[in-house]
């Protein structure tokens, strides 16, 4: 009986044995798999992030061109506009320009001292301060004088500064008067009749354009 037991035991021991192997086998297995598994998924990952941080500094580059060429177009529409507005200014410089020539007029003289005379339909009477009725005034000192200068600095465009009245008196009433004056080189010289408007001002109403103060006054 004893026999026999040894040689059960012995018989199933390498089936025992063989077990084990396979199921050792099988273990190592799963775990060469599942470290396949493991570094495949690193190197994935370590892939795709080196693959992130290429993509950012490109897209950094290209909002940079687009930042780059989005200035000039600003810049170019500015001197668009720049460009358009150019012409409607000197159009109407022009326009105004062309307005005075138009209203302007120069006609000859017969007398020999005058070169020519000269009328503006856009003169407009010299504002003044003075209230009530008024009276005509030849006082250096007085406000109606100080507006008839003003006057003819506006018909003349000579300047107060730089102005010498030769005469200023009474033009045939109180409400018309007529100044004799040039520049002090005396390489302009003009007569100048103006009347008086009331509520207004003095208003220039001829413009002579003297070659001689001879007789001019």
């Known amino acids: 009986m004893s026999e026999r037991k040894t040689r059960s035991s012995r018989h199933l021991q390498p089936s025992r044995n063989k077990k084990l192997d396979k199921l ?32 950012e500094p490109k897209q950094e580059q290209t909002k940079d061109k687009e930042d780059v060429k989005e200035e000039p177009s600003k810049e170019q529409n500015n001197d668009v506009t720049a460009q358009e507005e150019k012409p409607t200014k000197d159009e109407s410089s022009k326009e105004t320009q062309t307005s005075e020539e138009e209203a302007t007029t120069e006609t000859t003289s017969d007398n020999p001292i005058v070169d020519k005379v000269i009328t503006n339909k856009t003169w407009q009477p ?23 200068v003003a006057t003819v600095t506006a018909a003349t465009g ?31 010289m003009y007569r100048v ?25």
């Open 24 to 55: 050792l086998n099988v273990l190592i297995g799963i775990v060469v798999i599942l470290i396949i598994i493991t570094a495949t998924f690193v190197f994935k990952w370590q892939d795709d992030a080196g693959k992130a941080e290429k993509d």
């Open 126 to 148: 010299t504002p003044t301060t003075q209230t009530g009725q008024h009276v005509s005034s030849y006082d250096g000192e007085s406000v109606d004088w100080s507006e008839k």
């Open 158 to 188: 000579i300047d107060k500064d730089n102005m010498i009245i030769w005469r200023m008196g009474n033009n045939g009433s109180a409400n018309s008067a007529i100044a004799t004056v040039s520049t002090k080189d005396k390489t302009k």
């Open 193 to 217: 009749s103006m009347e008086w408007v009331d509520n207004e001002g003095w208003l220039p109403v001829k413009l002579e354009q003297l070659n001689t103060l001879n007789g001019a006054y």
